[in-house]
């Protein structure tokens, strides 16, 4: 199983960017897909996750209202950033929750996901 983000850039504050991951090796048609992220020096952090059909959305509060989690099929996942802040500098992870109750509830930690993407760095200068 592979994970491959990519959308990652160098951008100002205000403007946007859209992240993307695409998943291998097996379907996710069952699984949530969540978007993390880490930050120098910081710990890992929930972004954004969205249910097995693409019905459910959660949302970190940080990014509430500016990002957009949305998903074409079982296995592609998209993540509009919108309004970008320098606080949102960091390193972009996808990865896959195959617990089921993450589609219901939503699924805010590291240790629930099963499979991770490599990372995309995204860069918000001020």
């Known amino acids: 199983v592979q994970l491959q983000a990519s959308g990652g850039g160098l951008v100002q504050t205000g403007e946007s960017l859209r992240l993307s991951c695409a998943a291998s090796g097996r379907r996710f048609n069952s699984d949530s897909m969540g978007w993390f992220r880490q930050a120098p020096g910081e710990e890992r952090e929930f972004v954004a996750a969205i249910s097995w059909n693409g019905v459910n959305t959660f949302y970190a509060d940080s990014v509430k209202g500016r990002f957009v989690i949305s998903r074409d099929n079982a296995n592609t996942v998209h993540l509009q950033m919108n309004s970008l802040k320098p606080e949102d500098t960091a390193v972009y992870y996808c990865?896959?929750?195959?617990?089921?109750?993450?589609?219901?509830?939503?699924?805010?930690?590291?240790?629930?996901?099963?499979?991770w993407g490599q990372g995309t760095l995204v860069t918000v200068s001020s």
């Open positions: 990865a896959t929750a195959s617990q089921s109750s993450c589609s219901v509830e939503g699924c805010y930690s590291t240790y629930t996901y099963d499979y």
